[in-house]
């Protein structure tokens, strides 16, 4: 640890002349290898001493509530006897039920903590610890709007400045963006940004091979620059932070020579669609519970979901360097969710990876619409998937390996789920249609009559829906027990029905991300890769064809499913209606879900009173400029800006035959075959244009046609 910022500063100069980038300190990584155990070089973080219990208490409270709920289904379905259909159904809902159990009994855990819970050293107005660690704030972006990235990061520099703490931290931007209209707005918003909060801390690096995504540009930063800092925080491109958050982790992981990581909880702000405000009031209300439940039990073997997280550079360096999985994708390749797995070796390594869910002062953004979530939800699916072959590492904690096996069975509940639904249609439909075999082959003194226990099945269906809504009323309660954070939310009334409305809207669009769900998950498991989108962050708008050609399988679904019920019956219709309503209606639900829609109903204490670092970022997000011009328009008529960008290029590589970029050798024919600058403009392709940014000569060549 250092008390003084010494990395190197630019010359003095020209500002756009300068290379954004500090002297190179290159700390190695080496892939870790999943099928070697490895010793670990320290002794492992230790336990606390109460945490076997704990963690004994949540898996029991599963298995009771898992054993007591299967016994009963047993009940309903053996009337009679058990069929082959009907044993299936019993073992789905074994597995489901006990997937629904676990989630109750974590969160459950979470209301008795933050009931004996006080404010102390993370009240927003208690006193801020000393630090005199070094810290690199690190914001990946992939073609990300640079104006709005940067409002955000402006707003964090401005915030943790105001700690008088500032000088122990540098800033990067680290750029994987492909579209080069993107990647130079970047460049000028950066050289704005720079002169805006006067400091020469904030440097800019873009890759032109994004190899291994996100977890690839954080390795390729720690191999260049990791070596001088103690810390870096990971931030995503919707990340907000306010500076006496990020301070007050840089203590708690200074204090705690064991932990590797210490995770914050970020809470969703800035909403603006039905659906997304649906997510960010629920996350607001139900999110602190279940974290707070989750590091009761957790302890020092916890997880990290990717950002708003400070990490010990070393010790990711040394142990959370990513493998290739074998095989082909979408199950081989570089790991998606990587942030899992960097954990799990951390903690395999003996770091302890924490989770501090009273911080606060964490915040993130949501996909605006349920396409939009859909389609990150894909990726993520994917990335939970490939899991499976990390599950098997040697020397893994077996809390990595449940939180490995909690990530897949997010995705797979969701096929089960429908798989348990046309297994009970399909019984239904098979007592009404079929002939009953009432004397089957071989000696029997009775007949086999084929039944259920109705009334039964509605106590343990009744008993299911308990074990999902109980946790959201228990959060309700915490509420109503706490006047302040009660007239946040706008009164009990209000926040009350927030509630039964956050439980109605999500009843309507659970059933069409079951369906988009088993799809991701037949798609996956059929070899179709997801790849790697820009995730969309606007007002959630989408076509009407568009809903209607995304909407169509789930709303077939639903009339498919309400033709088999009415055949039977009309109870039976009655029966799925929670579920058919949600499928047949999901056109008008999704576009509905994705229009903007008033704060009132799903207010939150940050709509009411924003914290001054989203107030800051709001306004400076307001005054931004909006739009960008084609990035060789933009070099052509800002020399600055040129000057800047040719500075950012690495050295020329040395050329080889294996390695020619075909698309710079077809954009320099182009332009040479080219009389001006506009008919190489027009005729250039957004690639062909992105290769000769990264060539100084090439581009050199387009702009200087008349």
């Known amino acids: 640890m250092g008390t003084l910022n010494t990395a190197p500063r630019p010359v003095a100069g020209d500002i756009a002349t300068q290379r954004f980038l500090p002297r190179e300190s290159p700390l190695p990584m080496a892939p870790a290898d999943l099928g070697k155990k490895g010793v670990p070089d320290r002794v492992p973080a230790p336990a606390a001493p109460a945490m076997a219990w704990r963690r004994g208490l949540i898996l029991l409270a599963t298995t009771a509530l898992t054993g007591a709920g299967g016994y009963e289904m047993y009940r309903v379905l053996e009337v009679g006897g058990v069929t082959v259909l009907e044993a299936m159904v019993l073992a789905l809902f074994l597995v489901l039920l006990a997937w629904v159990a676990f989630s109750f009994a974590s969160a459950l855990a979470g209301f008795f903590v933050l009931l004996a819970h006080r404010s102390g050293t993370f009240a927003p107005d208690a006193e801020l610890p000393a630090i005199a660690s070094r810290t690199a704030m690190l914001l990946p972006t992939y073609n990300e709007d640079p104006h709005q990235l940067t409002a955000r990061l402006r707003a964090i520099i401005e915030s943790l400045e105001a700690t008088n703490h500032g000088e122990l931290f540098d800033w990067y931007v680290l750029s994987d963006s492909t579209d080069p209209d993107i990647w130079v707005a970047e460049e000028k918003a950066l050289l704005a940004l720079r002169q805006a909060v006067a400091t020469s801390r904030l440097y800019y690096r873009h890759r032109a091979d994004n190899t291994a995504r996100k977890a690839g540009n954080i390795s390729e930063w720690i191999t260049r620059f990791g070596g001088i800092y103690d810390f870096m925080i990971v931030l995503d491109a919707d990340s907000l932070m306010s500076g006496q958050t990020i301070v007050r982790l840089v203590h708690a992981i200074e204090t705690n020579p064991a932990a590797g990581l210490v995770q914050s909880l970020p809470l969703i702000v800035n909403a603006r669609s039905l659906f ?7 996350g607001r209300l139900y999110g602190p519970m279940i974290a707070a439940g989750v590091a009761w039990w957790h302890g020092s073997e916890g997880n990290y979901w990717g950002h708003n997280a400070i990490i010990r550079v070393k010790a990711f360096a040394e142990a959370a360097a990513l493998p290739q999985l074998r095989g082909p994708k979408p199950f081989g390749g570089h790991i998606l969710s990587h942030d899992f797995v960097e954990a799990a070796l951390m903690r ?26 859909a389609a990150r939800d894909r990726r993520w699916c994917q990335g939970n998937l490939q899991h499976l072959a990390v599950v098997p590492a040697r020397g893994l904690h077996w809390l990595s390996r449940l939180h490995f096996m909690v990530g897949i069975g997010a995705y797979l509940t969701a096929p089960l789920w429908l798989l348990f639904l046309l297994l009970g249609m399909l019984i239904s439909l098979q007592a009404r249609f079929v002939r009953p075999e009432y004397f089957p082959k071989g000696f029997s003194l009775f007949p086999t009559w084929p039944a259920q226990d109705p009334v039964l099945a509605i106590w343990v269906f009744v008993a299911t829906m308990g074990l999902l809504l109980l946790p959201k009323l228990l959060s309700l309660l915490l509420v109503w027990m706490r006047g302040s954070e009660r007239r946040q939310f706008g009164g009990a009334l209000r926040t009350s029905a927030g509630v039964f409305a956050e439980i109605v809207v999500s009843a309507l669009m659970a059933p069409v991300m079951m369906i988009f769900q088993s799809i991701a998950v037949v798609e996956i498991l059929s070899g179709r890769d997801a790849g790697w989108q820009t995730q969309r962050r606007d007002d959630g708008t989408v076509e009407r064809r568009e809903l209607y050609r995304k909407y169509g399988v789930p ?4 009339v498919a499913m309400a033709a088999s ?10 029966w799925m209606s929670p579920v058919i309503v949600g499928l047949l209606f999901a056109v008008p639900i999704g576009a509905v879900t994705a229009r903007p829609a008033s704060g009132k109903l799903f207010a939150t204490p940050e709509d009411r009173e924003p914290p001054p670092v989203l107030r800051r970022a709001n306004e400076l997000s307001a005054s931004a400029d909006v739009g960008f011009r084609p990035a060789l328009l933009e070099l052509r008529a800002d020399p600055a800006l040129l000057a800047f960008h040719l500075a950012q290029l690495p050295p020329p590589r040395a050329a080889r035959p294996d390695m020619i970029d075909a698309n710079l050798a077809v954009g320099r024919a182009k332009v040479d075959a ?12 957004s690639r062909e244009v992105f290769s000769i940014l990264n060539d100084g000569s090439g581009l050199s060549t387009v702009l200087q046609k008349r």
Do not use: K, N
Not at 364 to 372: A, H, I, M, Y
Not at 555 to 558: A, D, F, S
Not at 567 to 574: C, D, F, I, R, T
């Open 276 to 282: 997304s405000r649906v997510q960010q009031f629920a």
């Open 565 to 574: 019920a009415y055949a039977v019956s009309l109870p039976l219709l009655l």
């Open 674 to 685: 080219s009389e001006t600058f506009e008919e190489a403009a027009e005729h250039l392709s």
């Open 555 to 558: 709303t077939l679904c639903g």
């Open 348 to 373: 395999r390594a003996g770091w302890g990876i924490y989770m501090l869910p009273m911080l606060g002062g964490s915040y993130e953004e949501v996909p605006p619409s349920l396409l939009d979530f």
